[in-house]
């Protein structure tokens, strides 16, 4: 099975990906994983510490001359602003952080709880998801993520050729496929931080190219809806996760919710094997698995809990009251979070992938793909 796991704290030396269950002969371009983690980084309203880190991938175990071997693969950021053992520690816990029951929790203090459940983690995730980006391309599976609520302010995505998309998103401040509208974006970000509040917002990542069959109905760990709503509900501050229309379903009656099974010869050879819907409403995935159509999954996103004007908290110490301690933050990270949910959603669905066709190399799982696929086009 493919997995991975993670260590390190937001200001210790480095963070640290081990990816198990990769296959072996896997060419891996390590600019495109730096790309996305440049990505995670940019976006306007990010914090100070963003100039701080340039973050860069290194792999220090699990290829030989850029070619994945089979075992584990090793994947290292390095924090640039390291200075965990000089931190002191955080009398008064944070509203909206980890911070009070975490202390509790481990009888210890907030900063080592703090250390860890930081966003600086998800570096490592996204490095680790655009490790298996490399993976999903070589089987036509792409993946995107993008901002399409910010503060309350809708973005409408624009969803049109795989370019266009990405160039749309290039363009817009906040990884928004509305980039017209950046000034409007601009102008709400500055108010919120002048104010010394923070914003939240909504992401939407798509995946085209979806095989029939990844995930299962079978057995309730194993549909891929629910682990694909687990894994992005696990990234810091994301508070609801829904597929394709998600909660508008329960809103309308079923003749608006569910999609119609059509054919087109034509398409034969696609991956849907010809099997078509003129809608999309259950976001590529039925009974927990893939059916063809895009995987379409939206994250709501919390504001930042870190306040330039705090809450009210108490001294952990003493019990009394004070406003909460302050950290370096950011005003908004709702882009940052478009890059975040995109890797994750990437690692679950070439997770997925392995499982149906995996073996102990690409060449397997090709020869694999290829016998399901003209399986399935005499079903």
Known sequence: MLHYWTAGESHGPALTAIVDGFPAGLAIDPSRINQHLRRRQGGYGRGKRQQLETDEVEITAGTWRG???GSPICLVVRNHDYKLERLQELPRPRPGHGDLSGAIKYLGSIRGVLERA????TAARVAVGALAQQLLESFGIRVIGYVVELGGLRLEPKVSSWD???????????YAMDSGRNEEVKSLIDATAEAGDTLG??????VEGVPFGLG????????????????VMAIQA???VEIGLGFEAARRPGSQVHDPIQFDPRQRDS??????????HAGGLEAGMTNGQPIVIRAAKKPISTLQRPLESIELDSKQPHVASYERSDICAV?????????????????ALVEKFGGDSLEEMRARFDLFQELARKR
């Not at 930081?118 to 983690?121: F, G, I, K, L």
């Not at 991956?271 to 999309?280: A, C, E, H, V």
């Open 164 to 174: 266009q998309m990405i160039a749309e998103r290039e363009q817009s401040l906040v």
């Open 118 to 121: 930081s966003a600086r983690e």
């Open 201 to 206: 917002g909504i992401v939407e990542v798509r």
């Open 335 to 351: 882009p940052a979070a478009a890059i975040i949910v995109e890797n994750v959603v990437a690692f679950e669905m070439a997770r």
């Open 216 to 231: 299962t109905h079978a057995q309730w760990d194993r549909k891929l809806d629910g682990r694909l709503a687990q894994a």
């Open 67 to 69: 070619t994945t071997l």
């Open 238 to 240: 994301i508070k609801g």
């Open 271 to 280: 991956n849907t094997l010809g099997f078509i819907r003129p809608t999309n």
